[in-house]
């Protein structure tokens, strides 16, 4: 049993969808933040008098900084009440996002985005492992789903609602914006959330012990090879759906299809984990993976294809690519209850770590053009489902 689910009083449960859902609330800031200032690089570079490749590194900062600090946080952090973790975490990130909406040079922004960072770390993995023990056992996928809900609706509609207040009042309103909804966040969790105690302390390598249990230690890579092969493209979205024939007129409603897709992968996928099992649905997103990225590389060598494909294409790329994470959260849950927290920061760590790693190989591949991007992308999730295989066969 998970000593948090032990320390929730019996009306729990029902207080669980209330909690669940502030829960989300701080996810959608933690994922607006974390996608929104690729939308206005260009405008924080002049404004800082910095090139747009130093503004950049803002992204690989906050990126680099969450891979590496989310088990670290996890285990200097076990001991302490989980509401208080989760509030103090929703603090920081508030104070960062301010202090990059001020910042006056880019030395600053970079640093606070480092900031920013560690507030995400602290927060997601510990709100999921809260999320999982809120609920019965047989619930569990759709509360991670619910959690992680909350980064698929920051991407289908906190970026671009991000970048439009960029536009209206400049970037500095707009990260002052993820700021306060940071803070509202962080009041929510603090009023609503049940008390829910910390974990015995304990070193970090005695917990990363649970690296040698086979059932974490062969699911954790699976996420990396999976976020590396959707983020390829995702970075360079805009010359991927271009090459694919999407006008500049129609690139707004391509993107919101894909927004539309991972929101509805993402609560399918927790749904389908706890009815049928997360090996199944696992499968299920690599497959619909794979077959998408093969068919945007057939008809980016063609050219393009109707508008409808296309967006049906999209949409089923937002849709595998956020589908794969709940059965991946329910997995590891399963296989270590007791150090949930600490799996779900090793599973954050490996989907950021594959963020990166797949926005560099894009950065390789963009001079090759998209038709060989989109293929190595369907190589890599069909590499993903070749991997899930193997996993199976070993367990069963």
Partial sequence: MNPSTSSIPAQAPARGLGSIAILALGTFAVGTDAFIVSGFLPSIAHALQSSNSLAGLSVTVFATTYALLAPVLATLTAPWPRNRVLVWALAILAAANLASALAPDIWILLASR???AMGAAAYTPTATAAAGSLVRPELRGRAFSMVT??????????????????????????????????????????????????????????????????????????????????????????????????????????????????????????????????????????????????????????????GFVVGLLVLAWGFSSWGQTPPQQLRLTNAAPQEAPLVMALNASCIYFGIGLGTALGAALLVHGMVVGFGISALAAAGALGFLGLTMRRRG
């Fill in 149 to 306: 809900g909350g980064l698929t609706v920051a991407t289908a509609l906190g970026v671009p609602l991000g970048n439009l207040v960029s536009q209206w009042l400049g970037w500095r309103a707009a990260l002052g914006m993820v700021a306060a909804l940071s803070a509202l966040a962080g009041a929510g969790v603090f009023l609503i959330m049940p008390p829910m105690p910390g974990q015995p302390r304990a070193p970090l390598r005695a917990r990363l012990a649970v690296l040698r249990r086979p059932a974490v230690a062969w699911v954790l890579p699976l996420t990396l090879i999976g976020m590396t092969a959707c983020y390829i493209v995702y970075a360079y979205s805009v010359p991927a759906l271009q090459a694919l024939g999407v006008a500049d007129e129609r690139m707004g409603l391509m993107l919101l299809c894909y927004g539309i897709g991972a929101v509805l992968g993402n609560l399918l996928a927790g749904y389908g984990a706890d009815r049928w099992g997360p090996a199944r649905m696992s499968v299920a997103a690599y497959v619909v993976m794979a077959a998408t990225f093969g068919l945007m590389s057939w008809l980016a060598a063609a050219g393009g294809g109707p």
């Fill in 114 to 116: 480092a900031l920013a």
